[in-house]
């Protein structure tokens, strides 16, 4: 490299380092990229943050400025369009190197799906005994914000693993109750954020199970749970969306879509319930993060919550799918509700971990609940509310 491409390098540098104090989508292993790519040896991207620090320093104390250029005003003018040219080039460069680390991160991701589905989970060999009949009901149960691995010690509430398979075999206990009083012939089940996750410090300080554990553990719970109800229903239709409690990704910026360890359960739960001729464990075909189903010919429509809001759900499912819902299921707030918008049923569940510490702190503590919804042909018929403890 000659002293005219060291120059351009340095400049195109400086420029970059600029540029990432103020650009977000600007990463430090850009930087660390571009550096790479001029020297010919890899370095690491903390590496780069590091230094950065005292050169931030020089360029607020005024000590580092831009180069001055001694040509004529014509030939400044075709400097200046080159540069712009170059940064062009840079700013593909960046994008193409940042598409490059998304794609080996999701093939990495993929890999990992493969391992802990395809290769240790067996199909369960539990006889189930059902029988088909017909009756004018459906249940529709969600089952949502289970936040698998938290440990919770405080005056209102107690969770731990233990506690949660309780309230998970109480739930079941209950939905079968219902199922009984109604008759209801088939059951649709959401389940949503089944893990407590790494997302906050305050979690990863109550969490005793690391993200395998947290999901080995609430997938047998659920499996268990789905082998109990199905010698009860004539079918049973098994939904997820995704929460945000259960990326993979501390930093909500790092985050790539589909790197949720919530998307792994319809693939365990495929493996697991297999033999089970009545359990069909359904994906989400038009939005990965949103269920869409009908019961009975109503339009059900159900997602986590963290990006939806009661009050305006119906409008922008409306807009977005140009298909009005009879029935939205949301979780995410901790607490069960009922509100109607527009003739559509918005119906909250609240959470199976309780209040934690977190809550408490705020002044927002409520017992851990659930919802169960029986819905008929002109829809909803009535809606259960059921307390876990």
Not at 220 to 230: C, K, N, V
Not at 329 to 338: A, I, K, Q, S, W
Request: with cysteine; glycine share 4%.
């Amino acid at each position: 490299m000659d002293d005219i491409e060291k120059n351009e390098f340095l400049r195109e540098q400086l420029d970059l380092l600029k540029r990432k104090r103020t650009d977000e989508n600007l990463e430090w292993q850009d930087v660390a990229d571009f550096r790479s790519e001029f020297n010919g040896d890899l370095e690491h991207r903390d590496t780069v943050r590091k230094g950065s620090k005292l050169l931030y320093e020089y360029i607020d104390a005024g000590w580092v400025n831009e180069p001055v250029e001694t040509e004529n005003n014509s030939d400044n003018s075709e400097l200046i369009k080159m540069r712009k040219e170059k940064i062009k080039l840079s700013d593909a460069r960046v994008e193409y190197n940042r598409l490059i680390r998304q794609e080996a991160r999701k093939e990495s991701y993929v890999d990992m799906v493969k391992r802990i589905i395809c290769e240790n989970v067996e199909p369960m060999n539990i006889p189930v005994h059902y029988t088909l009949f017909n009756s004018s009901t459906d249940l529709l149960v969600h089952l949502t914000d289970i936040h698998t691995g938290i440990e919770i010690h405080n005056w209102k509430n107690d969770f731990n693993a233990d506690i949660l398979r309780q309230r998970i075999e109480k739930f079941t206990s209950d939905i079968l109750d219902i199922r009984g009083q109604h008759d209801s012939e088939n059951c649709y089940l959401v389940i949503g954020e089944i893990l407590s996750g790494i997302i906050h410090n305050n979690l990863r300080l109550q969490n005793n199970m690391d993200l395998m554990e947290q999901f080995k553990y609430v997938s047998e719970l659920i499996s268990a749970m789905l082998s109990r109800m199905a010698n009860h229903f004539s079918h049973i239709y098994v939904y997820t969306t995704p929460g945000n409690h259960s990326r993979i990704s501390p930093k909500k910026e790092e985050a790539l879509d589909g790197e949720n360890m919530d998307v792994l359960l319809p693939f365990y739960l495929k493996a697991r319930m297999q033999n089970v001729e009545n359990i069909t464990i359904c994906d989400n075909t038009v939005e990965p993060e949103i269920a869409m189903f009908n019961i009975r010919g109503n339009n059900v429509f159900a997602a986590h919550g963290h990006k939806d809001s009661p009050s305006n759900v119906v409008q922008n499912f409306t807009m977005m799918f140009n298909i009005k819902p009879n029935i939205v299921l949301l979780g995410h707030r901790h607490t069960n509700g009922l509100t109607t918008v527009y003739d559509t049923k918005v119906i909250e569940s609240g959470c199976c971990s309780g209040s934690d510490n977190y809550a408490v702190s705020i002044r927002k503590v409520n017992k851990p609940e659930q919802t169960v919804s029986v819905i008929g042909e002109n829809g909803l018929i009535c809606l259960y509310d059921i307390q876990l403890n």
